[in-house]
């Protein structure tokens, strides 16, 4: 399975117990450039480090971002990777925008992933101190309102 998350106004606690929840084992940074200046707790050596002690070591941290970034190409070898891989274990991509509709992770990376090859992403969000996740192709054509309100798909995890 493959799922997406966006950082922004989130904490890396509540980032890492989304993942937990729906048994993520990889954590692929999909940013061009994996530092972050609004919050230092999601700068790469920090990602690195927080994934790969103690309990937490059962999320491993790779940065993607330079065949997966927003700046440049997306390669579709990766893309493709993404989708055989998914298959094999839970994975998810993140980058900044809490909103995926404001993000490449949706309109490049899981636009191809379904479109290219058969293979659906997941968008989890944080709000409220809550986990939902959306299923933006079951939607049908996304605007502002079915994006806020998507009461079809959307669901309290914790």
Not at 7 to 20: K, T
Not at 42 to 71: A, H, I, Q
């Amino acid at each position: 399975m493959i799922y997406t998350i966006g950082y922004q106004s989130s904490g890396l606690a509540q980032i890492h117990q989304a993942l937990v929840i729906k048994k993520v084992t990889t954590l692929i940074d999909v940013r061009s450039d994996p530092y972050s200046k609004a919050n230092a707790l999601f700068n790469e050596p920090v990602l690195k480090d927080y994934f790969g002690k103690g309990k937490l070591n059962t999320v491993k941290y790779l940065w993607g971002g330079v065949k997966l970034g927003g700046r440049g190409e997306i390669v579709p070898g990766a893309v493709k990777w993404l989708s055989e891989q998914g298959k094999k274990e839970n994975l998810c991509l993140m980058c900044v925008e809490k909103n995926p509709l404001e993000c490449h992770r949706h309109w490049k990376i899981a636009k191809m992933l379904f479109e290219e090859f058969d293979t659906k992403a997941i968008h989890l969000m944080i709000h409220q101190s809550k986990t939902v996740f959306l299923d933006l192709q079951t939607l049908g054509e996304v605007t502002a309102e079915t994006f806020v309100k998507p009461k079809k798909v959307q669901q309290e995890l914790i």
